[in-house]
């Protein structure tokens, strides 16, 4: 039986590595719901706000200062939160403006959640965890193996490749 060419073998223009292994399945605009969410538990910097989110989805996605940044400056622009600087840092809080917008649109937070929730809880999602792994064990130890550890570490994933083909293709 011939192999099925895998969807991965070749990148989307403009990616280096397929399949996205951080794919967080969030849609554009998602993240102001997210964000005020957290802020709703009380006031808080930049920082704590993406370390607060990785918490909420079990590490699987951790926010970018790119992301958390522009997200608190666009909802500041629009009076959803407010910014103080305290002990050299902002410290970001809801509105009363914030607080309306967030229970009007109470059921769009709520299927943004429920769709991570069942990305992360995904079989698929599991598998991807594990080759993430994977990639990280070999990563952080890539420079440190002698010769003969890196042939064996590539012939181990050579191997595991091939048996994850045979599985595929049957």
Request: charged share 30%; proline share 7%.
């Amino acid at each position: 039986m011939a192999m099925r060419p895998f969807p991965w073998h070749k990148p989307p223009p403009g990616r280096r590595f397929w399949p996205p292994i951080h794919a967080h399945h969030l849609m554009k605009g998602d993240l102001k719901y997210l964000v005020l969410d957290v802020l709703r538990e009380k006031p808080m910097h930049g920082y704590e706000i993406m370390t607060v989110l990785s918490d909420r989805f079990s590490g699987h996605y951790f926010p970018s200062p790119g992301a958390i940044y522009p997200a608190l400056e666009m909802l500041e622009d629009m009076g959803y939160v407010q910014c103080r600087e305290e002990d050299g840092k902002k410290v970001y809080s809801i509105t009363a403006e914030g607080q309306r917008f967030l229970g009007e649109k109470s059921d769009t937070l709520k299927r943004i959640v429920e769709r991570r929730r069942r990305h992360i809880d995904s079989a698929h999602f599991s598998l991807l965890r594990e080759c993430a792994g994977i990639a990280r064990s070999v990563a952080m130890s890539c420079e440190e193996l002698t010769p003969e550890q890196t042939e064996r570490v590539g012939a181990a994933l050579r191997e595991a490749q091939q048996k994850i083909r045979d599985i595929i293709v049957q």
